[in-house]
């Protein structure tokens, strides 16, 4: 399950991801600080970085669920990409994809993605704690 | 009329005590309401976020269906140019299909654009919704610490009533309809005393035949400035003192 957050949009961004097993244990949970970035870039790095840890898993087949219709369409190619910087991004996810036996990438309702969205807002939470108070 | 006055003093003690004890009572209960009120303000503002994020998602699936229908129609046409034999007639029809393209690729801007909007505020929303428990579940807290201890102030408040009728029950109604009318006017204070000739309630020199009548107790006496009733506080004298 994947997740980004974006705090202003553009704004403070950040990624998160976790992953299950087949039977459901969680096998990594993940959160990463991305600068300022828009919403949309922040669901991007979340899925490359829930992608990127499933392929160092030597994970074959897999479901993606994200918040995000946005994502979803345009990843299951419904909806065109046409930000440069999400072609890129999108164009990044397909590589990694195509090195999947096989895959579905599934929207979810915002509820049902807690965790990742807790992730995400650690990542951003994480990185703000570490800013000098004075600056 | 001293014990008059002396039991107008005790009966001022308590006055003040049980007006001091409502004027806590009526702060808390204004912290209470003014909390309440913003508290209403952030689940209106969480409900209208809700309800602009609705209208739009309805937006976005008005979009999709017609983006849908579109699709079908295109599908459609392009069926038909297969068993279209005219040349003029498969042109036409080519001209339709694009044109119904060139709209769906309009319309597919749109629903992005609208998809986009949706979801920054779908992650505003989740936002403010958070806060507004966050601050749903403190105030719960609060709010029953809060009445609790006006609940307590106003069971003492009843106590000390139940004590001030037993003191003014020796007092006369005129005495007391007299007393409690200069206590309201004057902030609280309804019984002072003259001390070196001086009002203690208005700081105004008491002229010296007042002071001594005053001193006599035979009646009750009001400042000519502030009208308070007074009565005679003896001052320690110079030699005492020495």
Redesign the interface.
Known sequence: MVDGASRGNPGEAGCGAVIFDETGKTLRELCRYLGRATNNVAEYEGLLMGLEEVLRLGGKRLRVESDSELLVRQMNGLYRVKDEKLIRLHQKAQALLRRLVAYRIIHVRREQNRIADRLANEGIDQALRKVPKNL | MREQIEILASLQNVDREIKEKNGAKQLLLEEIRKREEELKLKRDEVKQLRAEWKEKDKLRQEKEHLLQDQGRKTADKRMRMNRIKNIRELQALQHEVDQIKQANSQL??E??GV??D???R??IL??KDAELSGLERAWGEQKAGLEAQAAQIEKEVAQTSAGRQSIAGQLTGDLIQRYEMIFSRRGGMAVVAVSDGICQGCFMNIPPQLSNEIRKSERLHLCPSCHRILYYKPTVSSDKQL
């Open positions: 597919e801007e629903v992005i998809l986009e949706l979801e920054a779908a992650s989740g936002q």
